[in-house]
């Protein structure tokens, strides 16, 4: 039969078992918390990355764009001035 001392060691053993089991629930909800915020920070690099090379593309297109008006030759005049030779 258990005696009242076996009876208090099973349960120390059974209690520190359950720290135990109650630490190592605490490490893995802490690295969980840890891996959203990291998944967070690089889900915000990357959106932030791409509205910067949008952002690049754009102005890109826009200087590109002026750039290639100011090159555009009008053929009427050209024409116009042949003509008169």
């Not at 891996?35 to 910067?52: F, P, T, W």
């Amino acid at each position: 039969m258990n005696t009242p001392a076996n009876d208090d060691t099973q349960r120390e053993l059974e209690q520190r078992a359950l720290r135990n089991v109650r630490g190592l629930v605490d490490k893995i909800e802490d690295q969980d918390a840890l891996d959203k915020r990291a998944q967070k920070r690089y889900l915000v690099a990357l959106v932030a990355g791409a509205a910067v090379l949008l952002a690049l593309l754009a102005a890109g297109l826009w200087i590109f764009g002026t750039r290639q008006e100011s090159r555009v030759i009008d053929t009427s005049k050209a024409g116009a001035a042949q003509e008169k030779r």
